[in-house]
């Protein structure tokens, strides 16, 4: 299918717009390949390390001591004779190490896509990083990789290296693993804040958006406010809502997310600022504004509908009902050991995970993100390209940053039809690519 582009009045065949979509942000983002051949054969050359110069956040930059490889800052945290690995076995949320970037969004999709492969079995996040594409072997040079994204339109190979920032104290500033020498949280991190405009002061991002990059599966995000435009019109909506959610979640059919927006009490927090984190903490919830929250599990017990939460900042967690320590837990017995749940144990330590009822969900949070996988519901899919014409909204935009405008025009859109009378569902992803 071949499209006419109103801005060069020419026709432009997919081919082409899949060949000018490798351009991003000064990054030539080439297709993936999935044989194991081609990676063998890039080894032996170079010239396709591109490298990753990616530049700081302002509270990176604020605390930055030095650069350094993964290898190199193993060896100066005294773990000598231990090697950088992309994987120390199957990929778990409870590793995940937030740094001094504002991406909780990405934090959160990391999450859900680890526990979601522990489960089910499924390399959603292993089978997206190839070994060093160029290794220099131990010393102190970086090695590079290759992370698998979808980025206009396709599967592209995104090639990052392993330097890292550290801070004057030695701890790494960026996303990380728990396991020192453990790469993929920090390399993936890394190749999103590349396609998102080379910093990792990202911003325009949501948990769909992420988990469409990172898995190519189908964004749906759901407005939880009733004021909202797309939001369901009644409790019964709101109910079956989470009823799809939990059977998918449970079939492994698709990942959850949940966000804020503005918290009305919402102030700073020392700890958060202590960690590196500018986002303000609700007074009477303890929740974040403007923040992200993976849906670790998703249940009903006892007629209850509940989410079992986590905080990508690991500490900080909601303070009402079914919190850990909560009142709820010793007047509902048995819930707790339904849910495999020690509520005292859980009040002890505070790691920012805790378990909340739909109902304070849908009074606090503003939206509900779903990432369904199309290979576990079997669907079948065509694709095809074209050109946006971006001059009536970017290039002749009067605003002096109009990064916001991208809230407006989404890269992805996804839009989900009841097909009549065939008893099946018709999913419509759009994706847009901002020149």
Same mark, same amino acid.
């Given at each position: 299918m071949t499209f006419l582009d109103s801005r060069r009045c020419e026709v432009v =065949?997919?081919?082409t717009v899949l060949q000018e979509g490798s351009s991003v942000h000064g990054f030539h983002l080439a297709p993936w390949e999935k044989q194991q051949e081609y990676w063998e054969s890039l080894k032996e050359t170079e010239t396709s390390a591109q490298g990753s110069p990616v530049s700081l956040s302002r509270m990176q930059k604020a605390a930055l001591g030095q650069?350094? $490889?993964m290898g190199d800052w193993l060896r100066r945290q005294g773990h000598r004779g231990v090697q950088p690995k992309l994987f120390e076995g199957v990929p778990d949320s409870s590793k995940i190490r937030q740094g001094r970037v504002t991406d909780c969004s990405l934090m959160s999709v990391l999450s859900v896509l680890a526990d979601y492969e522990r489960h089910f &079995?499924?390399?959603? =996040?292993? /089978? %997206?990083l190839q070994p060093a594409i160029i290794s220099h072997g131990p010393g102190t040079e970086a090695q590079h990789y290759a992370c698998r994204l979808f980025v206009n339109g396709m599967a592209r190979r995104v090639v990052v290296d392993d330097i890292v920032p550290v801070a004057t104290n030695g701890r790494l500033l960026c996303a990380h /693993?728990? %396991?020192?020498?453990? =790469?993929?949280v920090v390399l993936i991190e890394k190749a999103i804040a590349m396609i998102m405009g080379g910093s990792y002061a990202m911003r325009g991002s949501n948990p769909c958006t992420d988990a469409f990059h990172i898995t190519g599966w189908i964004p749906e995000t759901f407005p939880l406010r009733p004021d909202c435009e797309g939001a369901p019109s009644s409790e019964a909506e709101f109910?079956?809502?989470f009823d799809a959610a939990q059977r998918g979640f449970r079939e492994g059919h698709c990942v959850v $997310? =949940? &966000?804020t927006t503005e918290l009305a009490d919402a102030t700073t927090n020392e700890l958060a600022v202590r960690s590196g984190h500018v986002e303000g903490v609700s007074v009477s919830t303890g929740l974040v504004a403007g923040h992200a929250y993976p849906v670790l599990r998703c249940c009903t017990e006892q007629g209850r509908r509940l989410l079992f939460l986590k905080n990508p900042w690991g500490h900080t967690r909601w303070k009402g009902k079914f919190s850990p320590g909560d009142a709820q837990w010793n007047a509902n017995p048995g819930l707790a050991e339904a849910l495999n749940y020690d509520s005292a144990a859980a009040a002890s330590k505070d790691d920012g995970s805790f378990w909340i009822a739909w109902e304070e969900v849908l009074q606090f949070f503003s939206h509900f993100y779903v990432a369904w996988s199309p290979t576990a519901l079997c669907l079948n899919s065509a694709t095809v390209? &074209? $050109?946006w014409n971006p001059w009536p909204h970017f290039v002749h935009s009067t605003l002096t940053d109009d990064t916001d405008l991208l809230a407006f025009n989404p890269q992805c859109l996804g839009l989900r039809f009841k097909v009549s009378g065939l008893g099946v569902a018709l999913w419509v992803l759009g994706l847009r690519v901002h020149r």
């Open positions: =065949l997919p081919e650069f350094c $490889c &079995g499924e390399p959603v =996040l292993r /089978s %997206i /693993s728990a %396991i020192p020498q453990e =790469l993929w109910m079956e809502m $997310c =949940l &966000g390209h &074209g $050109c």
